[in-house]
């Protein structure tokens, strides 16, 4: 079984701060990792997508990929309230057109 | 507007029943996918399709349905033999070309509940 594995949280930071958020996948040949937020009752809408070692940015957002270590993070900055939703990691395993998702990291955004 | 649209937003089945969910997109995507999602969990994958009039198991296949008859639809039926089948479910598709590389796009899902 492929794992993708996040710490659940809740991860709280103040308005103004960065939030980081972690993901480690057990599949050393992965090729493509993307971060999702899911709002609650609603469904995972993409943010980020990264293939490459190193940082990807987007706006407030930075992914970091670490393929040695089976790392991925997300980078928050100057975190709003408006980004208090669950993230989600999701890894292609390159076994298929698949992803594996982790169970997600709730993120609450404190004014 | 382009987007991947499901039916019905809200499902409410008796035992016993077989239901069937809706999931189509106009984005030209060759592949489509059903995952489910229980509270607190991650998305589990049910099936999908990589071309019409083909479709593979994912990891809870059992007690599941499908068929892509057209490249824009990927219905989803939730058979009687599926013992715990309240859930949130979560159709995606992904575009062309993209090999290991895909990008999943979700639609807006559909919450199961079983009465």
């Known amino acids: 079984q492929k794992e993708v594995e996040q710490n659940s949280g809740p991860l709280s930071v103040p308005e103004g701060a960065i939030a980081s958020l972690n993901c480690t996948y057990s599949?050393?040949?992965?090729?493509?990792f993307f971060w999702y937020r899911q709002y609650s009752g609603k469904s995972p809408e993409l943010i980020m997508s990264?293939?490459?070692?190193g940082d990807k940015e987007d706006g407030r957002f930075t992914a970091q990929l670490n393929k040695a270590s089976q790392y991925v993070s997300l980078l928050i900055r100057d975190s709003q309230p408006s980004d208090s939703a669950t993230y989600l990691c999701?890894?292609?395993?390159?076994?298929?057109?698949?992803?594996?998702f982790g169970k997600g990291t709730s993120l609450l955004v404190t004014p | 507007d382009g987007g991947i649209t499901q039916s019905p937003k809200y499902l409410f089945r008796k035992e016993g029943q077989n239901v069937t969910l809706s999931c189509e997109q106009n984005?030209?995507?060759?592949?489509m996918y059903w995952y489910r999602q229980d509270p607190g969990q991650g998305l589990r994958l049910i099936y999908y399709?990589?071309?019409?009039?083909?479709?593979q198991k994912g990891d809870i296949a059992e007690g599941y349905s499908v068929s892509r008859e057209k490249k824009e639809s990927f219905p989803l039926t939730v058979t009687s033999a599926q013992k715990n089948p309240t859930a949130f479910y979560l159709c995606?598709?992904?575009?062309?070309?993209?090999?290991?590389?895909?990008?999943?796009?979700f639609g807006p899902g559909t919450r199961l509940t079983v009465l």
């Open positions: 984005l030209n995507h060759d592949a």
């Open positions: 990264i293939y490459s070692n």
């Open positions: 599949d050393r040949v992965s090729q493509s």
């Open positions: 995606a598709s992904s575009p062309p070309g993209q090999g290991a590389y895909n990008e999943q796009f």
């Open positions: 999701a890894v292609n395993p390159n076994s298929g057109y698949a992803l594996n």
């Open positions: 399709s990589q071309i019409v009039n083909d479709f």
